[in-house]
Nanobody
Framework: DVQLQASGGGLVQAGGSVRLSCAASGGTFDDYAIGWFRQAPGKEREDIACISSSDGSTFINYSVKDRFTISYDNAENTVYLQMWRLKPEDTGVYYC??????????????????????WGKGTQVTVSS
């Protein structure tokens, strides 16, 4: 299985934007569903977005649907989470995770964190008001 490295977090003012990257090493994202998940202080982990490497289909949590997008760069073997119009409640540690096999079905099911096989270390995003 691939190893995942998330990066791109930092401190940003409310209304700003950030792009997170999830890079694969030790393999490619071929036949994978790759997702982003958020752990906010004192809250349960939240499924944010995911994408199928096979056909590019995506799932975006309704709570961020108008502000976040997810994309996959096959050449770079990297998945991106672009976040716009950030709010303080977007603060948290963002993790990327992946599951190999049937990526389209995984995306259609919403890429729940509990079914993902491989997790990377998170990257902190802090949105100041």
């Amino acid at each position: 299985d691939v190893q995942l490295q998330a990066s791109g977090g930092g401190l940003v003012q409310a209304g700003g934007s950030v792009r997170l990257s999830c890079a694969a090493s030790g393999g490619t994202f071929d036949d994978y569903a790759i997702g982003w998940f958020r752990q906010a202080p004192g809250k349960e982990r939240e499924d944010i977005a995911c994408i199928s490497s096979s056909d590019g289909s995506t799932f975006i949590n309704y709570s961020v649907k108008d502000r976040f997008t997810i994309s996959y760069d096959n050449a770079e073997n990297t998945v991106y989470l672009q976040m716009w119009r950030l709010k303080p409640e977007d603060t948290g540690v963002y993790y990327c995770a992946a599951r190999k096999g049937r990526p389209q079905a995984v995306v259609m099911a919403g890429c729940a964190g509990r079914i993902m096989d491989t997790w990377g270390k998170g990257t902190q995003v802090t949105v100041s008001s």
